[in-house]
């Protein structure tokens, strides 16, 4: 059988492949294996950073100059989600000992043999199928966003033209340059060189995001596992002590190590689950924003899909943690649901035990600041909300 862990950590490793990112290798600090495997996230990076740079000059510069709100907010959620996927991609990088320590972890609890071998099937085969669907509904999702976002400007050019038969150039994105960007010469490398930022920053969301999935999808199906093994412990007939202490070492050492498997998660993304918990709302709200305040149809639509992409990934993000938080608990009623009261006092107190401990969920949190839950998505639903309706009243004085 194979591994969730691995077969959907083959799919992620391919998104990273071209941006630098290696997850599943160990690199040494050595000037060999820094150039081999750093190289191309740091040409990457700087490549990226050139135009986060450029967004940000333009956004001090439009604002000291006047620039209307709608020119204001067009940049400003790009800006926003390029720091986003620095932050994501280098708390892979930073964290990358503990990142490995993780995938053994995962692998480990995966290959142990305990239970019933066709409900373990059973239940990694459910846990890959939604995993798959959810990976392929974001790629879908992301790849649009890229397109349309990549295209526009190319389909604003060709319908200037056809009205008044002149060529306007035009970027994908408002960016500073020490140069002109719009002057020919430059102009099809300053494009290329946005699609290919935005590509990166795609890809970087994207492939971190489905990471955490995977992860999460992984110590669930564990936890979903340890639930049918405590349910099953005591069996009809013919309790013996002996062979139960026995199987509850087991359980035990394995209910531990997916609780110490998703402390291992937390340290890895809470910084950087704090930056997409405090921009979410921005995001939301100012793509929200450009949907209804932009004319032009191409890039309201690009901006749609910037907005679906926005409140998928949040969302997603939310209901992973709500989930393992969900399936940690669910440990408990699992405990209840064995037959706890057909054994002596002293295996029932070793089952009250566990069933305690499970009463305190798992889960994980922003870096202490709030729980990674559904909660949280309609708090930062609601938030985008108020700054989407404040921004709607600043316009509206501009208009008249």
Known sequence: MSLLFDESLKSIQFLFKYVGIYLDRTI????????????????????????????????????????????????APCTTICMLANIKSLSLLLNQDKVKQLFKQLRNMENINIGDEEVKKKMVAEG???????????????????????????????????KSGQVELVLPFLIVYPFNSYDIKYWPFV?????????????????????????????????????????????????DENVFREKFKKLAVRHE?????????????????????????????????????????????????????????IYLLCFYGDMIMTSSMEVSNAV??????TVNAKA??????????????????????????????????STAWSYFALLKTMESPTRA
């Not at 959810?134 to 033209?161: C, D, H, Q, W």
């Not at 795609?202 to 489905?210: E, F, L, N, R």
């Not at 704090?274 to 949907?291: A, D, K, P, Q, R």
Request: charged share 15%; glycine share 4%; hydrophobic share 50%.
């Open 336 to 341: 209840y649901n064995s037959k706890w009261y």
């Open 128 to 162: 890959k199928k939604y995993l798959r669907a959810v990976i392929k509904a974001l790629s879908v999702i992301n790849a649009v966003t890229l397109i349309l976002f990549s295209v526009s400007p190319i389909l604003f050019m060709g319908l200037e033209y056809k």
């Open 28 to 75: 040494l600090n050595t000037a060999e294996h820094l150039i081999k495997f750093r190289s191309l996230y740091i040409i990457n990076f700087l490549w990226l950073n050139t135009d986060v740079i450029g967004e940000i000059l333009w956004l001090i510069q439009g604002a000291l100059h006047g620039k209307s709100l709608i020119e204001l907010t067009y940049i």
């Open 191 to 239: 494009y290329m060189h946005q699609v290919w930022s935005a590509y990166l920053v795609v890809t970087q969301v994207a492939g971190t995001d489905c990471l955490f999935y995977t992860c999460c999808t992984s110590i669930c199906t564990q936890f979903r596992l340890l639930q049918n093994d405590i349910e099953t412990i005591i069996p009809e007939r013919n309790f």
């Open 257 to 313: 190590g997916i609780m110490q498997s998703v402390i291992q998660l937390e340290s890895i993304y809470a910084k950087s689950t704090l930056f997409n918990f405090v921009t979410s709302s921005f995001l939301i709200c100012l793509t929200g924003f450009n949907v209804t305040a932009l004319g032009d149809i191409g890039f309201m639509l690009s901006f749609l899909s910037f907005l679906l992409m926005s409140l998928m990934q």
């Open 348 to 381: 029932a107190k070793h089952l009250y035990v566990v069933q305690m401990r499970a009463r305190k969920p798992s889960k994980l949190t922003a870096f202490s600041y709030a729980d990674v839950n559904l909660k949280s998505f309609t708090k930062i639903l």
